[in-house]
């Protein structure tokens, strides 16, 4: 069964402040599988975040986190993460991580959520 | 970069069909054949329920069923129940390794 379950959320974090995002995936060959984050703000719709290679050599990202947020991967421990810098209030958001199939996402963690404010 | 556009709501009885729209441009939606669609219900993470324009994942009902003409793809739903009443999201590759997820539907079975 494949399962992806995010970590490092559930903290209020200051506006400017880091957080790093750990996502443990099981059930599926990892390093096969290019993987992303998505985001959700409360009450609001989904916004893909970022993703990476199966290989971790090719990332992109959103052009609202470029520069702020890095997304890795270590496919011997099986896991993705995003390391989140600079953060506002605009980034508050339950994050997914997501595998990705065929240019979508067909398994979902259960979210983490991020809370950036004073 | 923005959204793609999808009616705020949309209701059907039981039984019925119903049809969700996804507006993109010529740079996404438009470009690629890489439309999916997304179902999530209330205080629940997202399903996916069509990718790549019209496929089924295994285990998706065939009542779910996808298109695309031009700039605007669509996602319908026949033989409405009451346990597809949920937000709908469709999602488009857009180039350069970026996606665009769409504004959002929530349906409603009367």
């Known amino acids: 069964e494949v399962q992806l379950v995010e970590s490092g959320g559930g903290c209020l974090v200051q506006p400017g402040g880091s957080l790093r995002l750990s996502c443990a995936a099981s059930?599926?060959?990892?390093?096969?599988?290019?993987m992303s984050w998505v985001r959700q703000a409360p009450g609001k719709g989904l916004q893909w975040v970022a993703k990476?290679?199966?290989?971790?050599?090719?990332?992109s990202y959103v052009g609202s986190v470029k520069g702020r947020f890095t997304i890795s991967r270590d496919n011997a421990k099986n896991s993705v993460y995003l390391e989140m810098n600079g953060l506002r209030a605009e980034d508050t958001a339950v994050y997914y991580c997501?595998?990705?199939?065929?240019?979508?996402?067909?398994?979902w963690g259960q979210g983490t959520l991020v809370t950036v404010s004073s | 970069q923005s959204a793609l556009t999808q009616p705020a709501s949309v209701s059907g009885s039981p039984g019925q069909s119903i049809t969700i729209s996804c507006t993109g441009t010529?740079?996404?939606?438009?470009?690629?054949?890489?439309v999916s669609w997304y179902q999530q219900h209330p205080g629940k993470g997202p399903k996916l329920v069509i990718y790549?324009?019209?496929k089924r994942p295994s285990g998706v009902s065939n009542r779910f069923s996808g298109s695309k003409s031009g700039n605007t793809a669509s996602l319908t739903i026949s033989g409405l129940r009451a346990e597809d009443e949920a937000d709908y999201y469709c999602?488009?590759?857009?180039?350069?390794?970026?996606?665009?997820f769409g504004t959002g539907t929530e349906v409603t079975v009367l």
């Open positions: 997501v595998r990705d199939y065929r240019w979508a996402f067909d398994y």
């Open positions: 059930g599926f060959t990892f390093s096969s599988y290019w």
């Open positions: 990476i290679k199966d290989d971790g050599t090719e990332k």
């Open positions: 010529s740079s996404d939606v438009g470009k690629y054949n890489y």
């Open positions: 790549e324009v019209i």
């Open positions: 999602c488009s590759d857009a180039g350069s390794g970026i996606y665009f």
